[in-house]
């Protein structure tokens, strides 16, 4: 069974950085893309960006480039997402997701880490 | 990279059919057989529940069903029950990288 285990929910302040987690158990990590997924409170899913484990291959879309990393330790199999230094908008529920099928489009996802993120 | 347009909202009766549409461009829905449809309950994450336009996953009622036309798909949910009250959201492939591009979400309410 395809799992995704994300780390827990974190509090912060601004200007602190922050490096979440996203485990995957029971396929084999390195042969499938990782997204990572924004939603802030009360509104739509935003694709942030990608990364392909096996080569480390990572791709972020425009409106996150530069703001935040994506990389992955596939001798643990898992996938981060991290901030150098936190801004009070990046308050959200982050998921990982991993595709379903060879179309890329998310279908296994992460329970979920909030961060918040307030003086 | 613009989003997917879906309607905000949607509603039906317990028993009718609703039909959520999600329209892209040629570069995205209607450039690939690859949309995806999701729900999802208040404070849980995304459920599949339609991949590759019309396949359904394991698990999933067949009163969910999926297609499309041109630019835009189309989620189809028959014999509306209370728990599929929930948002939904659609996903599909796009040339653009990072290849992946949401709908802005519908909010399904069971009347």
């Known amino acids: 069974e395809v799992q995704l285990v994300q780390s827990g929910a974190e509090v912060k302040k601004p200007g602190e950085s922050l490096k979440i987690s996203c485990k995957g158990s029971?396929?084999?990590?390195?042969?499938?893309?990782i997204g990572w997924v924004r939603q802030m409170p009360g509104k739509g899913l935003e694709w942030m960006g990608i990364?392909?484990?096996?080569?480390?291959?990572?791709r972020y879309s425009p409106s996150f480039q530069g703001q935040v990393t994506i990389s992955a330790d596939k001798s643990i199999s898992t996938a981060y997402l991290q901030w150098s230094s936190l801004k009070a908008s990046d308050t959200a529920m982050y998921y990982c997701?991993?595709?379903?099928?060879?179309?890329?489009?998310?279908?296994?996802w992460g329970q979920g880490t909030l961060v918040t993120v307030s003086s | 990279q613009s989003a997917l347009t879906q309607p905000a909202s949607v509603s039906g009766s317990p028993g009718q059919s609703i039909t959520i549409s999600c329209t892209g461009t040629?570069?995205?829905?209607?450039?690939?057989?690859?949309v995806s449809w999701y729900q999802q309950h208040p404070g849980k994450a995304p459920k599949l529940m339609i991949y590759d336009v019309s396949k359904r996953p394991s698990g999933v009622s067949n009163r969910f069903s999926g297609s499309k036309s041109g630019n835009t798909a189309s989620l189809t949910i028959s014999g509306l029950q209370a728990e599929d009250e929930a948002d939904y959201y659609c996903?599909?492939?796009?040339?653009?990288?990072?290849?992946?591009?949401f709908g802005g979400g519908t909010k399904l309410t069971v009347l």
């Open positions: 029971g396929y084999s990590f390195t042969s499938y893309w």
């Open positions: 040629s570069s995205d829905v209607g450039g690939y057989n690859y």
């Open positions: 990364i392909y484990p096996g080569d480390s291959d990572t």
């Open positions: 996903s599909s492939y796009t040339s653009s990288s990072p290849n992946v591009v």
């Open positions: 997701a991993r595709e379903y099928s060879s179309s890329g489009t998310p279908g296994y």
